[in-house]
């Protein structure tokens, strides 16, 4: 779990802030208007979605990254507008060169923010390889899964599920 965490927090951390280098230093928006950062916080969310929990490259897993990419991309342009609206807190980056408004308006702490949220989340709530590879037990020779002892005819024990018809060898 602590594993789990880590990884995820890693893991939104890099894409976070590498998005938001590359939007407030390459393009120069440290505090762009609220569609501008709703689209790059669902870009944020896609990537994680992509990356965190199974990764697309996963065998089997390409689905299941799909859906938690577009899932991860609606939630990421919905937690963009809320922290604009509710987080107003003045904040000076521009010391760093990253801006400098509310603290819900600059991409250099809302991109990192989603995407930690995003992939901590898509992390937690994978269950991993070891929970899909549960198996049961082989019956033994000597173990009997049927209820009655005497079975009055084949087509019976044809039509009984598979568990009923697994006979020791000596009833055989």
Known sequence: MVRRFLLGLVEGLVVGIGLAFCAVRGLGLGAPNTLISALLAGAAGLLVGLIAGRPVWAHGAKTEAALKAFAGSLVGVGLSFALGRFL??????????????????????????????????????????????????????????????????DRAEFDAPREARVRTDEKR
């Open 88 to 153: 107003t807190a003045p904040v000076d980056l521009s010391p760093l060169s990253l801006g400098a408004g509310p603290a819900g308006k600059l991409l250099a702490l809302n991109l990192p923010a989603i995407a930690c949220g995003l992939a901590l989340f898509f992390e937690l709530d994978d269950t991993g390889p070891s929970a899909t590879k549960t198996r049961l037990p082989a019956p033994t020779h000597k173990q009997r899964l049927t209820s009655s002892d005497d079975v009055s005819s």
